[in-house]
């Protein structure tokens, strides 16, 4: 893709992500990545930094930040995994000082405790599927630990699962798929953030201050905010492939490099499309917290919902997702 202009009409006016340069689109069945890089905003506490303690509150979440210089962004809809313990995630973000402890009064159960000890290689948290986070950020504040427990259950159940209020039966039989989407999208060196898009329509747009702080949500992106709901919308198998009719090496190389250059110009057609034709209307900003000149804002609009971090007129965090999930009109 070589006109980036686009992206500044994702989110017009509150949200400026002037600077911001989407890459080259990969994809992986029904589900499509687009890097973006620059700019970076170091300094901030990485992710894998937070310490959770486990809160006397069936809904109580505690996170520490034991940096001594960077803000801890917490990401939103995180809910961290620990031995023996349910998985509590957050219905909202938070900026935590340096060296301070802050406790969530509203999180929600999500997952029964485990069994065994994490092993270096299990993913230290997962991000609330897509089809349960415009709920879950609109019960911010709402102090029920089971408020979740009704839309987890329904998820379970469009999946064929029986209709139980926890993501264990759900991500435990899809591990192998959504692992999948892990392993075959690529983050690229410099990469903050990315476009995702479920069956060609824009599902989300994420934005870390950092290489660092991307990397490590990674994996809870790709496998569980949106490989979930790209999981349901895999297409069928692909009818088997015509052989190429080429007599040597190199005229199987430029056959090759046409059908790759065929492939990521449908793709760029379909992302332009989604970014310059999003549903007209108000897009409404709301502060929810602050720390010296930075502000959380909760950003509402026709196509999109999710919370910001802003300092000044510049983007340092995102996590935005269709209000429609998925957003494929398509999928029950």
């Known amino acids: 893709m070589t006109d980036l202009t686009a992206l500044d009409t994702l989110v017009p006016g509150p949200l400026s992500l002037a600077g911001h340069r989407l890459g080259t689109p990969q994809q992986a069945g029904a589900l499509i990545m687009v890097p973006i890089s620059e700019p970076a905003h170091p300094g901030f506490t990485p992710p894998h930094t937070l310490r959770p303690s486990r809160a006397t509150g069936r809904g109580q979440v505690e996170l520490t930040n034991p940096d001594a210089d960077g803000v801890a962004i917490v990401p939103l809809h995180i809910g961290h995994l620990q031995d023996r313990a349910p998985t509590r995630a957050l219905c909202r973000s938070a900026l935590i000082p ?26 230290r948290f997962l991000v609330l599927p897509g089809e349960l986070r415009a709920r879950a950020l609109a019960l911010r504040g709402v102090t029920d630990h089971g408020k979740l427990s009704d839309a987890i259950a329904d998820l379970n159940a469009r999946h064929g699962l029986a209709r139980r209020g926890h993501l264990d039966p759900l991500l435990a039989r899809h591990r192998p798929a959504l692992a999948r989407f892990q ?14 898009l479920i069956a060609g329509r824009l599902a989300g747009v994420e934005i870390t201050p950092d290489p660092a702080y991307f990397a490590q949500m990674w994996t809870a992106l790709a496998c569980h905010a949106y490989g979930v709901a790209a999981h349901r919308a895999e297409p069928a198998p692909p009818a088997p492939a015509e052989p190429y009719d080429a007599a040597n090496l190199a005229e199987l190389r430029g056959a090759l490099d046409h059908d790759r250059s065929t492939r990521l110009a449908h793709l760029s057609e379909q992302i332009t499309a989604q970014l310059t034709g999003p549903a007209t209307g108000p897009v409404r900003l709301r502060e929810e917290d602050r720390h010296q000149t930075l502000r959380l804002s909760t950003l509402t609009a026709p196509h999109l919902a999710g919370q910001i971090v802003t300092d000044g007129d510049r983007a340092v965090y995102a996590s935005l997702f269709a209000r429609r999930f998925p957003p494929d009109p398509a999928i029950p």
């Open 98 to 123: 340096p060296g301070r402890t802050l406790r969530f009064e509203d999180a929600c159960c999500v997952q029964e405790g485990r069994s065994g000890h994490l092993t270096g290689g299990d993913p």
């Open 183 to 196: 392993n075959r999208l690529e983050p690229q060196p410099g990469q903050v953030g990315a476009l995702f």
